[in-house]
């Protein structure tokens, strides 16, 4: 299953704000049970990125380790994905158009109660 990362603007807001609060710790507890699960990003120009989710700074910044690229080689729908592997990549948040998380229904449940 795959679940929409939707604390990243939370933890950026809670993490930019005047002093450290109960809130910001939960959001960065939320990101915590991410790490190291396979993460699938989508960015503007229509490219995808698969790897393993390793860390998020303050600006919601992605690092993907272990990382593969998926793009289009033609603009039709039915073009076949090509593919790179790339290892270690940092994925811009201005770049970012979705971000999605592997993981059970019961794992998607439990985040979600957070």
């Known amino acids: 299953m795959v679940m929409e990362l939707e604390a990243e603007k939370s933890l950026i807001q809670a993490e930019s704000s005047d002093g450290p609060n109960s809130n910001s ?5 939320r990101v915590r049970k991410l790490l ?13 990125f698969l790897g393993t989710f390793h860390c998020m700074d303050k600006q919601g910044n992605i690092i993907l380790q ?15 994905m090509e593919q790179r592997c790339l290892g270690l990549i940092l994925i811009p948040s201005s770049c970012r ?11 998607q449940l439990s985040l979600l109660k957070l």
Do not use: K
Not at 68 to 80: A, D, K, L
């Open 36 to 48: 190291f699960r396979r993460m699938l990003v989508g960015i503007r120009d229509g490219r995808f």
């Open 97 to 107: 158009s979705s971000c999605h998380v592997g993981c059970s229904i019961e794992e």
């Open 66 to 80: 272990d990382a593969v690229e998926y793009r289009s080689t033609r603009r039709s729908s039915t073009s076949p």
């Open 25 to 29: 710790s939960d959001l960065v507890a």
